[in-house]
C-alpha cells in the first residue's frame, strides 16, 4: 500500500521542463531556485543537465554541493545572511552574492573581498500570486548607490536583478524590471555586466490563465532591445540569468491524497483530505494558488457538486478553498483518492515537521512513466 499523502514526482517531466525553459530563454543562464523542490534527485538531475543554482542559506549550499553543482554554479540570492553564511559561502567557493542593503554590501566586502555582487531591485509585482509587497530590493538611484558602494569597497559591482514575484500572470512585469535596470545602469554611469530576470515563470493551475514561457520571453527580449542604449552610458547588452523555481518542478509532482471524511456544516458539503496547509498545501494560504484537481475513482463525467476543501489538523487555518469554487463528485467517500495536479512546486519544501502528529509530506520518485516508485524523504 502507498502512504497518503504523497508527493509522486516524475523526474522526466522535471527534464522536459528543464528543457523547454532552455527553449524559450537560451541567451539565460538557468539558476535553479532551490526551494521550489530541493530534493536530491531533483537537484542533482539539473546539476549534471548544466543549470546553475540560486541558493538561500548553508542548507541549500550543502545540497547543491552534494548533488554536483561545481560552486561557480552557484550564486547566494538571498539579501538576507548572516556572516555565518558568507563565511561557509566563501570557503566552499562561491563568489557570487545578490544584496539590496548598505549593511549586507558592508558584510559582503569585509567577508567576502572580491566577490561578484548583483543588486537586487524592488521590483512592480503586480499581477503576481504571491507578491512580495516591497519586502526586497531598492530603487534605481538607490542601486546604484550600492553598486558604488560594493565598488568602493573592493568588491565586483556585477550585476543588478529583480524578482517580478512569484506566480506572476502579466509579463509586463518583466518589462518593468528591465525598464528599471536600465534606469539603475544610467544613475551608476556604467554597465553592469549581468541582469538577473529572476524567476516567476508562472504554471497551470485552476486559478486562471497564465501566458506561457514564450510570451514572457518575448516581453524579456523587446524589453532589453529598447533598453539597449543606455542615455550617457552607451549599449548596454548584460548577461541574462533567470532564476526558475516553479517552472521547473511544478508540472512533474502530482500530490496524491486521500479523503477522510464527508460532511454538511450550514449548507455547504464539507470534504476533509488526509493533507493540508501543513503538509504541504501552504500556497493554498489566501486561496492564491488553486490547484487542478481529479478524482481517480471517479468516471470523469460524473456529477459533481461544490464543496469547502479541508485539510485534517486541528488548525481553523487548515482550510484548503473556502472562497473559491471547487467542485468534487457527489459521492465522493472516506477513502476515495483526491490528486493536486502541477504539485511539484512549493509543496514538499513547506510540509512541516509534524504538526498534529502528521509526518512531512514523502516524495515519491518515478524515472519514467513506467517505472516503479521507489519511496525516498
Ligand atoms: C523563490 C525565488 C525564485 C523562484 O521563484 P519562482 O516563482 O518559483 O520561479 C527566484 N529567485 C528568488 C530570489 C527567489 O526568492
Not at 519586502?135 to 542601486?143: L, Q, R, S
Not at 502579466?170 to 539603475?184: C, L
Not at 459521492?331 to 515537521?353: M, N
Request: aromatic share 6%; charged share 20%.
Amino acid at each position: 500500500m502507498a502512504t497518503s499523502p504523497r508527493l509522486e514526482l516524475d523526474l522526466a517531466v522535471v527534464t522536459r521542463s528543464y528543457r523547454a525553459f532552455r527553449d524559450a530563454l537560451p541567451d539565460a543562464e538557468p539558476a535553479y531556485a532551490v526551494k521550489a523542490n530541493p530534493h536530491p534527485d531533483v537537484l542533482a538531475l539539473l546539476a549534471a543537465a548544466g543549470a546553475s543554482a540560486d541558493l538561500a542559506s548553508v542548507g541549500e549550499l550543502d545540497a547543491c554541493l552534494r548533488a554536483g553543482f561545481p560552486p561557480a554554479r552557484l550564486s547566494w540570492g538571498n539579501p538576507v545572511k548572516k556572516a555565518a553564511d558568507v563565511r561557509a559561502a566563501v570557503a566552499a567557493g562561491v563568489h557570487r552574492f545578490t544584496t539590496d542593503a548598505a549593511a549586507d554590501v558592508d558584510l559582503l566586502a569585509r567577508l567576502a573581498p572580491g566577490a561578484a555582487v548583483t543588486v537586487r531591485l524592488g521590483a512592480d509585482d503586480t499581477g503576481s500570486a504571491t507578491p512580495f509587497a516591497g519586502k526586497f530590493g531598492v530603487t534605481p538611484d538607490e542601486a546604484a548607490a550600492l553598486l558604488a558602494r560594493a565598488r568602493d569597497a573592493g568588491l565586483r559591482p556585477h550585476g543588478l536583478g529583480f524578482h517580478p514575484g512569484s506566480q506572476q500572470t502579466d509579463p509586463d512585469a518583466w518589462r518593468r524590471g528591465i525598464a528599471a535596470a536600465a534606469r539603475a545602469v544610467e544613475r551608476f554611469g556604467a554597465p553592469v555586466a549581468e541582469l538577473d530576470l529572476g524567476g516567476g515563470f508562472p504554471t497551470v493551475h485552476a486559478s486562471g490563465p497564465v501566458p506561457d514561457l514564450s510570451t514572457c520571453a518575448r516581453a524579456i527580449r523587446g524589453a532589453l532591445a529598447a533598453h539597449a542604449e543606455v542615455p550617457g552610458v552607451g549599449t548596454w547588452r548584460p548577461a541574462l540569468v533567470a532564476e526558475p523555481g516553479r517552472a521547473l518542478v511544478a508540472e512533474a509532482g502530482v500530490l496524491v491524497s486521500e479523503v477522510v471524511l464527508v460532511t454538511a456544516r450550514a449548507g455547504r458539503r464539507w470534504v476533509y483530505l488526509d493533507v493540508g496547509r501543513y503538509q504541504g498545501l501552504a500556497e493554498t494560504e489566501g486561496e492564491m494558488i488553486v490547484y487542478r484537481l481529479r478524482t481517480p475513482g471517479h468516471p470523469p463525467g460524473a456529477a459533481s457538486g461544490p464543496v469547502v476543501l479541508a485539510g485534517p489538523t486541528c488548525d481553523g487555518d487548515d482550510v484548503l478553498y473556502r472562497d473559491t469554487e471547487v467542485r468534487l463528485p457527489l459521492d465522493l467517500a472516506p477513502g476515495d483518492v483526491v490528486e493536486f495536479l502541477g504539485a511539484g512546486a512549493y509543496t514538499s519544501s513547506y510540509a512541516s515537521v509534524g504538526f498534529n502528529g502528521l509526518p512531512p509530506l514523502p516524495t515519491v520518485i518515478r524515472r519514467t512513466p513506467d517505472d516503479t516508485p521507489e519511496e525516498t524523504d
